[in-house]
């Protein structure tokens, strides 16, 4: 793994808040920031589905605190197959690091029916790991992911604050691209989620509109609320 230092690595801010609060961040910060482009009418949907091994890594190292862990998934956005992508998150100390690989349609329908050999070809190192993984500690799809996210960007410091509502669980299959998948809210109807990722530097403007302390998300995470909900379990 990379030092902590290196420019790959950024910091990640998380924040459960309320929709009233979201409504007052966004008007304080509305003059400074811009909408990512990718958005369409200000959002779009995303939908990741993360793998874990035999032994439940991810989340048990997750609910354990373990400093330096990682996770994988599969990525789409708006249910379509127009953008896919093998991603892995890897956590080090207070820094996050993603690494991410194209994947064509066929690719994630072949590893979704369990047929990763092909990932032994890709010049990609990320999808030769995966494959070494799937292989030798049995990683295998857990849960769906879903929610909508309200994306904006900050250029000094390259700061991203995004907005992400109505997160829920994917029931009864993997099947990334469709869209009436059955799926259960892990939240209450007013709460959302606020992200902060930053990589230099958190400017003073920014750092003003942050919510208080005690709504910073320090043990659960989308994938473990949603992990959870799944799975009947009680944390």
């Given amino acids: 793994m990379k030092n902590e230092n290196s420019p790959n690595y950024r910091h990640e801010l998380k924040f459960r808040i309320s929709e009233l609060e979201k409504a007052k961040i966004i008007a304080r910060i509305a003059d400074i920031v811009s909408?990512?482009?990718?958005?369409v009418n200000g959002q779009y949907m995303i939908r990741s589905l993360y793998f874990d091994d035999i032994w439940n890594s991810a989340y048990e190292?997750?609910?354990?605190?373990?400093?330096s862990r990682r996770k994988y998934r599969i990525r789409v956005y708006n249910c379509s197959d127009g953008q896919?992508?093998?991603?892995?998150?890897?956590?080090?100390?207070?820094y996050i690091c993603k690494e991410a690989a194209n994947?064509?349609?066929e690719e994630a329908d072949k590893i979704l029916a369990g047929d990763y050999v092909f990932l032994r070809r890709r010049e990609e190192a990320l999808c030769r790991e995966f494959y070494a993984e799937c292989m030798t500690s049995v990683m295998r799809p857990k849960v769906i992911v879903d929610y909508e996210r309200i994306p904006y960007v900050y250029e000094a410091g390259t700061v991203r604050i995004t907005f992400d509502m109505n997160v829920r669980a994917g029931m009864l299959s993997y099947d990334l691209f469709d869209k009436s998948l059955p799926a259960i809210g892990v939240l209450t109807p007013e709460e959302l989620i606020m992200e902060v990722k930053y990589t230099e530097f958190l400017p003073q403007i920014i750092r003003n509109i942050l919510p208080p302390e005690n709504s910073e998300l320090t043990a659960a995470s989308k994938y473990v609320l949603c992990y959870e909900k799944k799975y009947g379990i009680i944390s």
């Fill in 84 to 94: 896919i992508k093998l991603e892995k998150k890897s956590k080090q100390g207070n």
């Fill in 61 to 67: 190292e997750k609910m354990s605190g373990i400093a």
């Fill in 103 to 105: 994947l064509s349609r």
């Fill in 35 to 39: 909408l990512d482009t990718n958005a």
